[in-house]
């Protein structure tokens, strides 16, 4: 077990903290596999120089030049907690291989007492995502811009800050990273409450990663797009039989074109239970889909009927298309992962022979009734890197 060097010095007439100076890689090492033995309330990383810490909430704030990013992190007791990518996406602002770690704390240890690292507690939470390799695998977090996200029928895409004030779960902090966005249409022309069968609220969409032109390329073992969603029980409760509808589309082979689009139905209940219902279907939009329907298309040949599953819980889910050939057929693995990092929904989809299979086309939120739906993290990557 290696133990942390930690000096102390004195930061007001109360308040003393306990730092160490290690390498960009070494502080990596020391965050995933060691805490430090100190209780505390806000862990502060900077170039250079100290960065003051908020004074109530627990984040994780970096400078760059004279940029600053916040992270949500948690400090419990005398181990670190950290939430998803919040110290790796930390580190990849930090400029240098110097970076002073402070942790504000209401210890007073000598100052020349070495302290042993304990193992973290890491809480549970969604799993990691790869970093994209290659020309053709793609994140993309919002916490630099919103490229390769496309406006679609006057439904817009905006990147806001965690903490952002908003018509629909207001204030969140961000899946990963200091910044999330959120889906807007006009809520007008044909998209306004109460929403009927004629109801169409256009979504933004996004190619995942590539041009938005033809693709016919399969890519060997095939491939996966996800793409992070908050889902607010109390709006919900408020706002009942509200949907959205999302798509991860594939091509056919040759030209290129549109093949298919398979969807995630997703809508609160409709009579104000604060609950989502999730299904899954290759239709769209209040005339052909419902997320409540027990036996949706496709439903023959190796297709059978796929129950719908309903969630509680608030906080950011994870929806995540697996594609990939099965038996000479492709298949699309659809799941649902909770905040927890819990899988709640998992349907399978038998599709075309392969050999009719292009490439990937678009993720599409072919109809959305959600002003201010945020969204995070969305991704494509290859089953065989």
Known sequence: MPSIPLAVFSNGPILLTCSVIVSTLALLRTLRKSSLLCTGSRLILARGSLVPAPPRDPFVWVRRDAARFQYPSLLHGSTLLQRGLTVMKAIRFIVGSAVLITVGSACSPDADQEFAAEEPVIPAGLPTLPEPQGDWEWLQSFDVDDEHWYEHREGTLHVE?????????????????????????????????????????????????????PNPDWPEGGYFTTIDIYLDGDWARGNPDRRFDFSSAINRAGDGSHHRDFLFNVGTDPDGAGSWTIGTSITHGRANSNP??????????????????????????????????DEGDLTILMEVFAPDGEQVGAWTIYDIPMEGVGGEHYGWFSNQEIFDLAIDNSGKFFLER
């Open 161 to 213: 800050a965690s903490g952002f004030t908003a018509e629909y779960a207001s204030g969140i902090s961000s899946s990963t990273g200091p910044q999330h966005a959120r889906l807007r249409n006009p809520q007008g022309e044909g998209c306004v409450p109460e929403f009927t069968e004629e109801t169409r609220c256009g979504g933004p969409f996004t190619p995942w990663g590539r041009p938005p032109v």
């Open 292 to 325: 409540a329907n027990p036996c949706p298309e496709p439903s023959d040949g190796r297709n059978s009927c796929r129950s719908p599953v309903t969630v509680s819980e608030t906080g950011w889910y994870r929806f995540q298309h697996t594609f990939r050939p």
